[in-house]
């Protein structure tokens, strides 16, 4: 059974909040990973390719920095098999491009612009995720 943690998801979303806001408001652009990581692999300019080393540079630095702090790592176990785990990695991916979007791009931007594409992508994939979680905890068994 996963854990319900109501302040340490409130102080998550609300940094993920801020830091959507803040790549909308500074550089008019949204803050959705798979878009920054394919503006990445592929920059269209050398300024467009340094804010986005630096926000995904600034995702890996954070957690180091908050066990630096307090001395501690959360605990958590992946109980997959790492071949289910690459299928699945794929399978996103898939789903990504289809989508032109992933889940922070739609859910967390997309919708505060309370865009219509954004509302169904993300309906869309919380099914999926709702499935997909009741099959492998209930039918399959993992």
């Not at 920059?43 to 804010?51: G, K, L, Q, V």
């Not at 794929?90 to 889940?103: D, E, H, P």
């Not at 099914?127 to 979680?133: C, F, L, N, P, W």
Request: proline letters at 4%; one cysteine or more; aromatic letters at 8%.
């Amino acid at each position: 059974m996963t854990e319900f943690t109501p302040f340490p998801a409130l102080v998550g979303g609300t940094l993920i909040g801020i830091g959507a806001v803040m790549t909308m408001l500074f550089l008019g652009r949204i803050a959705g990973l798979s878009g920054m990581i394919s503006g990445v692999l592929s920059p269209t300019s050398a300024e467009d390719w340094t804010w986005r080393v630096a926000f995904l540079v600034g995702m890996i630095a954070a957690p180091i920095l908050i066990i630096a702090v307090t001395g501690t790592t959360p605990d958590f176990a992946i109980a997959q098999d790492t071949r289910l785990l690459a299928l699945g990695g794929v399978l996103v991916g898939i789903g990504v491009t289809f989508g032109s979007g992933c889940a922070s791009g739609h859910g967390i931007c997309g919708l505060a612009r309370l865009s219509p594409r954004s509302l169904v992508a993300t309906a869309v994939f919380m099914t999926t995720a709702i499935i997909t979680v009741f099959v492998s905890r209930h039918i399959i068994g993992a």
